[in-house]
């Protein structure tokens, strides 16, 4: 089992910064993606953004939704099991409930990940 523990949202105002972290513990070995999913008041789990990697070669792979790509940068620390989701220039829209998700073999489809954390609320005020 894999233990995810998101932290870092809070209310901020448009075009600030916000970085969360998603702290993995348990068999995390096995987990060789995190991403990030949003929601937002009756809307669908929306892919946001992710990272894959290959231990044997240091390799890692970043994926973003069109939403977010050039504002949004994920980031990960093997040594502490962490992934990070750095977000600038926000806007009113981004606000949602982000969830951090891990170990999957499609980083775009929600259904296809093993763990989630409980979420963190990021509050974009105009």
């Known amino acids: 089992q894999v233990q995810l523990v998101e932290s870092g949202g809070g209310l901020v105002q448009a075009g600030g910064s916000l970085t969360l972290s998603c702290a993995a513990s348990?068999?995390?070995?096995?987990?060789?993606?995190m991403a990030w999913f949003r929601q937002a008041p009756g809307k669908e789990r929306d892919f946001v953004a992710a990272?894959?990697?290959?231990?044997?070669?240091?390799?890692?792979?970043?994926f973003y939704s069109d939403d977010v790509k050039g504002r949004f940068t994920i980031s990960r620390d093997n040594a502490k099991n962490t992934a990070y989701l750095q977000m600038n220039s926000l806007k009113p829209w981004d606000t949602a409930v982000y969830y951090c998700?891990?170990?999957?073999?499609?980083?775009?489809?929600?259904?296809?990940?093993?763990?989630w954390g409980q979420g963190t609320q990021v509050t974009v005020s105009s």
């Open positions: 348990g068999r995390t070995f096995g987990t060789n993606a």
């Open positions: 998700a891990a170990d999957a073999t499609n980083v775009y489809n929600p259904d296809s990940y093993n763990y």
């Open positions: 990272i894959t990697w290959r231990l044997a070669w240091s390799q890692s792979s970043t």
